[in-house]
């Protein structure tokens, strides 16, 4: 079981910056891979971005440029930074945490935090 516990949501102005800190209870280390993930209301949810153990990222298209994950791996903390921010970035955004345990075949449990809303006003 790993939680996670997840701040930095608030309300910002068009144009403003953000930064989401995703604390997990275990070394980031043993988790195969960290995520962000958002939900605006009537929408599905849909990835941010993601980072791996061995520290490899990948963003969705619309917030690349504008949004980087990183890690703490002392501090078992990842973080989202969020520059540039539009009000359709509003949203609940979600970390997430992949273990991948076993091979021949392996499986996958994921951990999902309880989110923190992000409020972007034009």
């Known amino acids: 079981q790993v939680q996670l516990v997840e701040s930095g949501g608030g309300l910002v102005q068009a144009g403003g910056s953000l930064r989401l800190s995703c604390a997990a209870s275990?070394?980031?280390?043993?988790?195969?891979?960290m995520a962000w993930f958002r939900q605006a209301p009537g929408k599905q949810r849909e990835l941010v971005a993601g980072?791996?153990?061995?520290?490899?990222?990948v963003y969705a298209e619309s917030m690349k440029g504008r949004f980087t994950i990183s890690r703490d791996n002392t501090k078992n903390t990842v973080y989202l930074q969020m520059n540039s921010l539009k009000p359709e970035d509003t949203a609940v955004y979600y970390c997430?945490?992949?273990?991948?345990?076993?091979?021949?075949?392996?499986?996958?449990?994921?951990?999902w935090g309880q989110g923190t809303q992000v409020t972007v006003s034009s």
């Open positions: 980072i791996t153990s061995g520290g490899s990222s």
């Open positions: 275990g070394s980031i280390s043993s988790i195969n891979l």
């Open positions: 997430k945490a992949t273990v991948v345990v076993g091979t021949t075949p392996a499986t996958a449990n994921d951990y």
